[in-house]
């Protein structure tokens, strides 16, 4: 995966977790055609960049704000 693949995957997610829709992290890797560790690298790196990305276990998505739970 090149640098401007990831951007745009990093862009990708975002957009889904704004909408709570990403699915869990193995039907991301699905959609996205990389694997489940990428993903989880993917959102690493989000975060690290402070974005408050975190996993809701009840809406079974990535979400983007304090609606977590």
Not at 51 to 66: A, G, I, K, M
Request: net charge positive; no cysteine; aromatic share 8%.
């Amino acid at each position: 995966m090149n640098k401007f693949n990831k951007e745009s995957l990093k862009m990708r997610l975002l957009k889904l977790a704004m909408l709570k829709s990403t699915g869990a992290p193995s039907e991301l890797a699905l959609r996205f055609e990389i694997s489940e560790r990428s993903v989880k690298r993917i959102v690493k790196e989000i975060r690290e960049e402070g974005t408050d990305l975190r996993y809701s276990q009840s809406r079974q998505s990535y979400v983007t704000d304090e609606e977590y739970q």
